[in-house]
């Protein structure tokens, strides 16, 4: 266990915001995925799943805004590193007792930094384009526990949420 007291990384000696220096650190496999959902109604949600209705359209369209929301991570978060990434994925599904889209995406590079931050806003993005997308049925909707539910890769190693 140690007994070195946590820090802000992004925060120097005086307590001035700084982008971390990376540069001693060697390039290694990195990966993060990040977990969050999306609860509407049940006439938006029956409207979102109905057979050849918008869940393909909507889905598909979140995908593609979550992956392209974690390239471009670094214009988005000020402190983040343009990171080369190798490898962004999302997975939806749906819980119809809850009324929820159910979102997992995963970020994978080789670099000297994770990819947490890009999971997680792969995550949020594709929330916010499925809140888009359904929104005229339901002003209420809720999204909810964004959260890093794994990461793996440099100093700290592999860490879990579970």
Same mark, same amino acid.
């Given at each position: 266990?140690?007994?070195?007291?946590?820090?802000?990384?992004?925060l120097? =000696?005086?307590?001035?915001?700084?982008?971390?220096?990376?540069?001693?650190? &060697?390039?290694? =496999?990195?990966?993060?995925?990040?977990? @969050?959902?999306?609860?509407?109604?049940?006439?938006?949600?029956?409207?979102?799943?109905?057979?050849?209705?918008?869940?393909? =359209?909507?889905?598909?369209?979140?995908?593609?805004? &979550?992956?392209?929301?974690?390239?471009?991570?670094?214009?988005?978060?000020?402190?983040?590193?343009?990171?080369p990434?190798? /490898?962004?994925?999302?997975? /939806?599904?749906?819980?119809?007792?809850?009324?929820?889209?159910?979102?997992?995406?995963?970020?994978?590079?080789?670099?000297?930094?994770?990819?947490?931050?890009?999971?997680?806003?792969?995550?949020?993005? &594709?929330?916010?384009?499925?809140y888009?997308?359904?929104?005229?049925?339901?002003?209420?909707?809720?999204?909810?526990?964004?959260?890093?539910?794994?990461?793996?890769? @440099?100093?700290?190693?592999?860490?879990?949420?579970?």
């Open positions: 266990m140690s007994t070195t007291a946590p820090t802000l990384s992004h120097d =000696e005086s307590g001035q915001v700084r982008m971390v220096d990376v540069i001693a650190k &060697a390039d290694t =496999e990195r990966v993060a995925v990040a977990a @969050g959902s999306v609860r509407m109604n049940a006439q938006a949600y029956a409207l979102l799943t109905a057979p050849g209705r918008g869940k393909g =359209e909507v889905l598909n369209t979140a995908r593609v805004a &979550a992956i392209l929301a974690a390239k471009r991570c670094a214009e988005l978060i000020p402190l983040c590193h343009s990171l990434l190798s /490898f962004v994925g999302v997975e /939806f599904s749906l819980d119809d007792g809850a009324c929820r889209v159910d979102i997992r995406a995963t970020c994978r590079t080789s670099y000297k930094t994770g990819v947490e931050m890009e999971a997680m806003t792969a995550c949020s993005v &594709a929330a916010l384009t499925i888009d997308m359904v929104k005229a049925a339901d002003k209420g909707i809720v999204i909810e526990q964004v959260r890093l539910k794994y990461k793996a890769g @440099g100093k700290s190693g592999e860490w879990r949420n579970d």
